[in-house]
């Protein structure tokens, strides 16, 4: 999610409280229908709230975060806006500019021109060849970046406010929720094609809606388990790769310790291997 310099702006003029929609105007120079508009945008971002042309923050912590980064530091509002903030979030562990390319779709320009900018305020620095972030200057915009990054993680425009996000990425949604959503069955509750019949409590569903191959299905439930790392779930994973182990192909760090378990080695947190034998069982899977 974006920030444009007038959205950055506002939360500026609100860091330094100034709340009123005519103040904000008068003081960076805009219509009072321009700042409605761009607080409409901010409202949909979930950073503000506005009755009767006073504008209050959101209480979150990402926000008082950017709103204490904005008040010190206003000179910010450049470097954060357009792409900004989606290019220092990719970078909260070290990249290179073509991973970072792959990581946000970005055209490898386009984060070269903010890659100028930042370093002009020592916000990001190299280490061989990756770039990372300069925290010993600014430390609170990690912590800032951070914060938005799992805010980020729990909401999407496209689905249910309601619903378990279990992956986002630029190119799909891994998601849960108990009601018929227009999107694609996926994970476990696609189980059941396969001989694999689960009696689940929610739905597992993928956004965009697409035909899936059983290799993207399980995939899919391993994102789950990364999220979820619980015995039942990690049993149902078992169930699937022993069947499909063939051509599933898959390397995991969670199917790296299911085949330690298969092997006769125990874990916590995670199933041992009499328990996946019982469930096998009843599903006729040879171990």
């Known amino acids: 999610m974006n920030l444009s310099k007038p959205e950055l702006r506002v939360l500026e003029q609100i860091a330094s409280g100034n709340t009123k929609i005519t103040e904000i105007a008068h003081a960076i120079k805009k219509s009072d229908k321009q700042i409605y508009r761009t607080s409409k945008n901010l409202i949909e971002k979930g950073f503000i709230e506005v009755s009767r042309g006073i504008i209050t923050a959101k209480k979150t912590t990402h926000n ?62 190299k280490e061989k060849k990756n770039y990372v972030l300069n925290i010993k ?80 299905i399980f995939m899919h439930s391993l994102d789950i388990a990364e999220k979820e790392k619980t015995v039942r779930y990690l049993i149902f994973i078992s169930l699937f790769y022993l069947k499909f182990k063939k051509e599933l192909l898959v390397k995991h760090p969670i199917i790296d310790r299911l085949n330690l378990i298969l092997k006769g080695n125990k874990f916590s947190n995670y199933p041992t291997l009499q328990e996946i034998k019982e469930r096998a069982d009843m599903y006729d899977i040879r171990i």
């Open 64 to 125: 008082a975060f950017l709103l204490n980064l904005l008040s010190q530091h206003p000179n910010l509002i450049k470097v954060l806006s357009g792409n900004g903030i989606k290019i220092l979030v990719a970078i909260l562990s070290p990249k290179n500019i073509k991973q970072i390319a792959k990581e946000i779709n970005l055209k490898k320009s386009v984060i070269y021109q903010k890659m100028k900018q930042f370093y002009n305020m020592s916000i990001v620095r």
């Open 137 to 216: 200057v600014w430390d609170k915009l990690k912590e800032f970046l951070e914060e938005y990054n799992k805010f980020l993680e729990t909401i999407d425009k496209k689905i249910p406010a309601n619903s378990i996000i279990y992956k986002k990425t630029d190119k799909e949604l891994v998601f849960a929720n108990k009601s018929k959503i227009n999107a694609t069955l996926t994970a476990f509750s696609c189980f059941e094609n396969f001989g694999i019949k689960l009696f689940l409590t929610t739905n597992y569903y993928t956004l965009p809606k697409r035909k899936l191959s059983k290799k993207i």
